[in-house]
C-alpha cells in the first residue's frame, strides 16, 4: 500500500468529480484536518467525502485497485485512527442522516451522525437510544467499540442494541450484516468494527423514554468522596431497576480537587430525589439538577475544549462496589499530577458507572466485545499545554493505568466472582489511548477476531484504529 502519487491523484479527481475532495492546497484542507485530540491529526495526501453508501464503495474499490493507504473518518471524536499521513481519508461527515420508525421503534442512522441528532429524532416519537452522554461523539465508533450511555442500566451497551448494519468492505463489496445475514460479520463489528470496514448505515433498537428525565451536574468538595463512593454502589447494585445512572469525575481546575457528578433518572423528580436522597443529604457547591428532555441529558463536552491542549487518554474499569480507599488513592494521584505540573490543571479522571447487569446477561463471547462485567468504566486523561510536559504526563497516565489493571485483576479473583466478570479484559478500548496489544484488548475473543480479519479484510487496509493482524 503506498501514498498518493500525482498520477493517482489525478485519476481520483477525475473519476469523483461530482464529490468535494480537499488536497493540501485546497482553502478549506487545514480545517478538515482538524481532530478532537491533536494527537490523532496527520496530513492527508486528499479527503474525499462520500454522500451514500454507493459512494464508499466506488471509492474503496478505486483504492483497493491503486494500492492506496487510507483511513476512515467518523465525527472525528476520538484519539487515533481518523487520519493519515499523505494517504486518502474517506471522511463520511457528509453522511449526517437519521430517520425513525415509530411502529418498529427503529432508529436508522447513517456512518457520520452524532449522537445529539439522533436524540432529537428519536425524542419526537416518545422514544430514546442507548448512545453518549456528549451530544457531538459520532454514532460509528462509538457503538462499532461498545457504547456506554445513560440507558445502559437498563439495555446493556450500544452495540447490544444493534439489529442491523451495512459494511462496506475493502474491496467495495456491501454487505448488510445482522444476526440473519453474514452472522460472523455481524458478531465481529459489535466490538470491533473499525477494523473490518467501514460502516454506512446502523439500524437501533430505540426504547421508550419518558417526556422529561431527572438529570444533571452537581459539585462537591472532595472531602465528601465517600458518600459519593456510597450512591455509586447503589446505582450499581442489582437493585437498580435500570432508571437510574450516574457518572463522577475528579477535577483541580480550580486549584483545589473537586467531585463533580452527573445523575440520571428515567422517571418523576419526586421518584428520583427518593432514590438519590442519600448523595442529596450532602452539601453541595453547584447543582444543576432538573427535569429535562432526554435530549437535554448530555454534557456539552467531554474535556476541555480548544487548540491548545495536549491530551492522552487510558480506558479500565472498576469492579463494584467500589472501594472507597483506593478511589481515594485515585484522586490523590491526580492531586499528585497538578501539584508537580501545574500545567495539567485541566487533567480529568472520569467514571461512568452504570448498572453492569443487563450488559452481563450476554456471554462474553456473544459478540466480539469483551468489556462485560460487574464493573463500570474509568477515564484517565492528562490535559496540558506544554510541549515540555508531553514525556511526565504520559508517564502519569501509564501508571496510573499499570495500577488500575493490578487492581482489577486482584478483584476479578476474589472468591466468588462471576466468570463473564473473571474474562473481561478490563480496558474500555474506546478510551484507550496507549494502544494496548489487540490480544490485551480483545481477551478471549481475540483468536477468532484474527480469523475472521482474514477473511474479510486479509489485506489488513483497516489497520488505523487497531491491527488485529499485528501478532501482538
Known sequence: ?????????????EKFSDLVILTPGSPEYEENMLRWNVAAEHKAGAVIYPVSTQDVSNILSF????????AVCGAGHNHRGNSIDDGLIVDLRKMTGVSVNPLSKRVTTEGATVWGSVYEAAERHGLAVVGGLIPSVGV???????GLGWLTSAHGVALDNLIEADVVLADGRILTCSKKENEDLFWAIRGAGSAFGIVTRFVFQAHEINAKVWTGMMMFESRHLKGVVDMVNKVT??????????????????GELE?????????SEEEAKTYFAPLLKLPRKVDLVQMVP???????????PGRQWRKVTAGSCLIVPLDHSFIQSLMDDLEELVTKIPDALETIIACEMHNPYPTMRKKQTSTAFPFRGRHGSI??????????NDEACWAWCRKVDTKL??????RKNEEGMDETTRNSVGTYINYDGLHKSPKALYGVNYERLVELKKKYDPGNVFKRFVDLLSGE
Do not use: C
Open 1 to 13: 500500500m503506498a501514498g498518493l502519487f500525482p498520477a493517482v491523484l489525478f485519476l481520483l479527481k
Open 259 to 267: 467531585v463533580h457528578v452527573l445523575v440520571f433518572y428515567n422517571g
Open 63 to 70: 483504492a483497493h485497485a491503486n494500492s492506496i493507504e487510507l
Open 405 to 410: 489493571a493490578k487492581e482489577f485483576q486482584r
Open 140 to 146: 460509528g465508533g462509538f457503538t462499532l467499540n461498545g
Open 379 to 388: 477515564q484517565l486523561m492528562p490535559t496540558w499545554t506544554q510541549e515540555e
Open 294 to 304: 432526554f435530549s437535554q441529558a448530555i454534557m456539552p463536552h467531554g474535556s476541555a
Open 237 to 254: 447494585s442489582e437493585g437498580n431497576d435500570g432508571t437510574a445512572s450516574m457518572a463522577f469525575a475528579f477535577f483541580a481546575r480550580s
